[in-house]
């Protein structure tokens, strides 16, 4: 097991027993009160699976610098939030009309849609309130800016307006656009790569990291945000639906065109190996303490679901 | 005309020439692109309409304190965003399944559902990327405590929470519960009442308010919020679509109760009498520089609108 993937298992631990109690049942100091069904369902989409890649890579970029422990952890719950509201609206009926995620019901199959809409609603502002408290660092510039890279990694430049390109690139408001080489990798870097690589830079802020290793940091996320992308497509391609933990081959049956099925599956693990070399690069300047973040790209582009 | 009018009056113009700017189809430093249905979507919703009450409130509690111009200007933005987004989303077919919004077709109509939605969700992050600004307050200690401010006033235990609240009351999910007037009341203190009174905090965090200023803005503000969801119910019932801008009597048709049903409409003209007084008295330690401030729970109560 890599140095990544032991933190990996450790983050993912520390983030199920964190979300439990940030999902607790008992309104917070300025809450009024928090509704039991609406509680529900934000803990069915958040609880009890996922990878936590997002929250590792934040404790592995942190740890660069030496920081460990509650900070990376605050931040790495907030990314969390805003991964796990985005995967709830992403399965609603008006948009990839899912009945399944990680094995289980999406949220409006196990409750209902305006149970789902609401839940990630509330998960999004969760994000920024978790970012706010005082536990994810004690220098509020520092906070504030963690908010500014989450908020913009996932509005409309980034996150949400991939998945809105990514909806206009299947045909669903007239004919597709989106669908050469350059379209599928700009609604790639926005739909997954933004906040992979906010993730990334959230650590390095927490690291107090130099402009020059955050300049770093941004390499080095970008080219991992697309090989993640790019071995999730050849997964879709190759691998099998029980290791994948989905429906795989469902781009080819949406007709969605994917950099894989533009590419050809061998030019695609050509490119891969290409960008973890990207990646490496990035992070040149550091010595062993970026070993993490060095087998994160690794592990990004070997893992089988 | 009162102070709190002309305030009104002059923040909606600057809110439309700051919303225009913000949502423009350029993407900002971080963003990646912006595409062009989602910004159309997000104006649609956010530009040419509504009365920009919340950020008036905010600019009304800044100038207790002296505090004008640019900075209440974008933390109202933040709020307004939020207001903006939320009723896109309880527009939405799965939820309150509206056609018309001051008076035009409202976004999953205009455009579509998987577009309401995102338009809404790019929303909430970008209230949170304009308090992230520097140009909100040059100290981050008052950004990021404008933060926690909306984050939790906007959330699960909070807006979002009354939302989800006011759908159970409904019998959405099994028989209502809600009905009685305690019931009704923490509905309309989640739902409305938590932006309102953010609103107001958010104006006083700004102006550097102390601990005993801050309290006296909190208890007013929950006399306004309350005092403005009476009011609105109370057009429900009496007022006319074409002055109101929406259909009226829907509460009554959706089988739905609202403290006038539950208090009649008398009881309920004379709670909202006594809310002012409440709100005038939560103010008294301050002069004149409060009366923008108790002419807004004025205009609150006699507004047709």
Redesign the interface.
Known sequence: MSGFEALLSETAEAVEVALDSVLSPK??P??????E???AA?RHAMLGGGKRLRPALVAASARLFDVTGEEPLMAGLAVECIHG??LI?DD?P??DDDDLRRGRPTTHRAF????A??A???L???A??L???ERTHP???V???L????????????M??????D??AEG??GPGGGADEAGVR?IQ??KTG?LIAASVAMGGVLGGASATAQEALLRFGESLGFAFQLADDLLDVAGDAASVGKATGKDAAAGKATLVGLMGIDAARARLASLVDEADAALAAFGSEADALREAARFVVLRDR
């Open positions: 309104p917070r300025g809450e009024i009160a928090r509704p069904r609406l509680v934000m509201y985005s609206h609603l008006a948009m209902d849609e305006a149970t809409i609401l990630g609603d509330a999004q502002a969760l920024f309130d970012l706010a408290q220098d509020p510039a906070r504030i800016a908010v500014a890279i989450l908020a913009r990694a996932s509005g409309l430049g980034g949400v307006g991939g998945q809105m390109l909806l206009a669903r408001f700009l870097s926005m933004a």
